[in-house]
């Protein structure tokens, strides 16, 4: 990909063609095959540094229990301190691709988060959106996940197409026992279990090779089985607001927290803790 003036950083371009847009629009989730293969080694050696060091860097989080097999390894909000990560923001595609498919006129970076399951791990991702657990309100908004090992479909990451225009809510989870939090947040309820009845909703996986990516909206529900994984899987997720994301002060804790933001609800995310990357080029 041919580097492109964004307007606010000189980006490489990602050329998206309106049929995917749209299709991530309507769906609220959408797979591009091999979309970054080329940064799968920087961003594996970045989660290596996280792994080698995890109390050095940012909210590390062990989700199985002393006695059980495997590991369930997550951490966020480390891209200042890691380059591999810092890197990828600044100098991939991955701004491009956010604003286009938010149909934004800019992509604003707010943090990442990797993932990682050793072999032996039968701990499931619970069903979640990651829009109750962020301090922020709005509708344009893009993960984009990316797999560093091969996962076959079974224990991949599901998604509810279309669950982001639900206009629903559900409480955050905690992921080492399941348990909700934050339920003094009005106009919310407890998650189900969408495995339990599964024909009644428009659910899918990919099976996925490393540099496959898949973009999914924050309100769009999402989880994994508790298969057990045979080999490592891991993955790197780089999370973008569009032009109409505000900051929303939550009654409880949020994940990120980020108690000395110093905004008021309703003032855009501040751009001096969370980049604008990309702008539509006039």
Same mark, same amino acid.
């Given at each position: 990909? $041919?580097?492109?003036?964004?307007?606010?950083?000189? =980006?490489? @371009?990602?050329?998206?063609?309106?049929?995917?847009?749209?299709?991530? #629009?309507?769906?609220? &989730?959408?797979?591009?095959?091999?979309?970054?293969?080329?940064? &799968?080694? *920087?961003?594996?050696?970045?989660?290596? *540094?996280?792994?080698?060091?995890?109390?050095?860097?940012?909210?590390?989080?062990?989700?199985?229990?002393?006695?059980?097999?495997?590991?369930?390894?997550?951490?966020?909000?480390?891209?200042?301190?890691?380059?591999?990560?810092?890197?990828?923001?600044?100098?991939?595609? $991955?701004?491009? %691709?956010?604003?286009?498919?938010?149909?934004?006129? +800019?992509?604003?970076?707010?943090?990442?988060?990797?993932?990682?399951?050793?072999?032996?791990? #039968?701990?499931?991702?619970?069903?979640? #959106?990651? %829009?109750?657990?962020?301090?922020?309100?709005?509708?344009?908004? =893009?993960?984009?996940?990316? $797999?560093?090992?091969? =996962?076959?479909? !079974? %224990? !991949? =990451?599901?998604?509810? +197409?279309?669950? @982001?225009r639900w206009n629903k809510l559900y409480y955050p989870k905690v992921w080492l026992d399941g348990g909700d939090?934050?339920? /003094?947040?009005?106009?919310?309820?407890?998650?189900?279990?969408?495995?339990?009845?599964?024909?009644?909703?428009?659910?899918?996986?990919?099976?996925?090779?490393?540099? /496959?990516?898949? %973009?999914?909206?924050?309100?769009?529900?999402?989880?994994?089985?508790?298969?057990?994984?045979?080999? +490592?899987?891991?993955?790197?997720?780089?999370?973008?607001?569009?032009?109409?994301?505000?900051?929303?002060? +939550?009654?409880?804790?949020?994940?990120?927290?980020?108690? /000395?933001?110093?905004?008021?609800?309703?003032?855009?995310?501040?751009?001096?803790?969370?980049?604008?990357?990309?702008?539509?080029?006039?």
């Amino acid at each position: 990909m $041919a580097a492109a003036r964004s307007g606010t950083l000189e =980006v490489p @371009h990602f050329d998206v063609s309106a049929d995917r847009v749209d299709a991530y #629009q309507r769906d609220g &989730v959408l797979l591009l095959k091999d979309a970054f293969g080329d940064w &799968v080694p *920087r961003l594996r050696r970045g989660l290596e *540094r996280n792994l080698a060091a995890p109390q050095a860097y940012r909210f590390p989080a062990e989700s199985t229990r002393p006695g059980e097999p495997g590991r369930f390894f997550d951490s966020y909000c480390n891209w200042p301190l890691i380059p591999e990560y810092r890197d990828f923001v600044f100098h991939s595609a $991955a701004a491009s %691709l956010a604003g286009q498919a938010m149909g934004s006129g +800019r992509a604003q970076f707010f943090h990442e988060h990797v993932f990682m399951k050793e072999p032996g791990t #039968q701990r499931a991702t619970p069903w979640h #959106q990651d %829009l109750p657990y962020y301090c922020l309100s709005g509708e344009q908004s =893009v993960s984009i996940y990316i $797999a560093l090992e091969a =996962v076959e479909q !079974a %224990l !991949a =990451v599901h998604y509810i +197409r279309g669950s @982001h225009r639900w206009n629903k809510l559900y409480y955050p989870k905690v992921w080492l026992d399941g348990g909700d939090f934050n339920v /003094d947040d009005p106009g919310m309820s407890s998650i189900p279990d969408f495995f339990a009845g599964p024909d009644d909703y428009d659910i899918v996986s990919w099976a996925l090779q490393p540099g /496959d990516t898949v %973009l999914f909206n924050f309100k769009t529900v999402h989880g994994t089985t508790d298969g057990i994984n045979t080999r +490592r899987r891991s993955a790197f997720s780089s999370r973008w607001l569009g032009d109409d994301i505000r900051y929303l002060d +939550r009654p409880g804790e949020t994940s990120p927290p980020f108690p /000395d933001i110093g905004l008021q609800p309703g003032e855009r995310m501040r751009e001096d803790w969370f980049p604008v990357i990309w702008r539509r080029p006039a």
